[in-house]
């Protein structure tokens, strides 16, 4: 019987060379990737049964990632690893169809059962967030400022790389539009979030942790 195959998605190469340990007894590592546009690309191609990923990733993150992972079809169980216990970004990732979400202080097992029940068809929250998780899909969704409007897919893109410091001409080409479009786009992102200026941008991607401080 084939091993389920899985690809990793992380930025720290410490932290995914001890997965690789973790994860080959018992499941097949087709790859790994160090930010969310790789990612896209490589599960694509690869077709992996489940995909681990982190949340905070240069150039698109992992939610973002997964979102567009779901527009294209793609079939793979997606389960984030990561370091943020605030239940904003589990209800953030479930909602771009995570199967499982995990914190990277959790024992080393919680994510092998994270990936069976995955792979069951079920959904994983690590127990050290699911009551308060529960609790709050009785408030609010993430922080947005006052009078924020939500962001498209591609405002959301252009949010997160301008806060990683890039240049017009630099978002342009990794989105592939025009300096003037990207101009445009970014114009845009600070008016629907009731922004002034590239500083309170990259304040509010930290909080909502598209980007690390």
Known sequence: MSRPRVLLADDHRMMAEGLRALLEPEFELVGIVGDGRELVDAARKLRPDVIIADVTMPVLNGIEAAAHLRRAEVTAKVIFLTMHRDVAYARRALAAGASGFVLKHSAPGELVIAIREALDGKTYVTPAIAGDLLRSYFADGPR?????????????EVLQLVAEGRSAKEVAALLHVSVRTAEFHRGRVLRALGLRTTAELVQYAIRNGIISA
Request: proline share 23%.
């Open 144 to 156: 947005r400022p006052d009078g924020a409007r939500p962001l498209t897919p591609r405002q959301r």
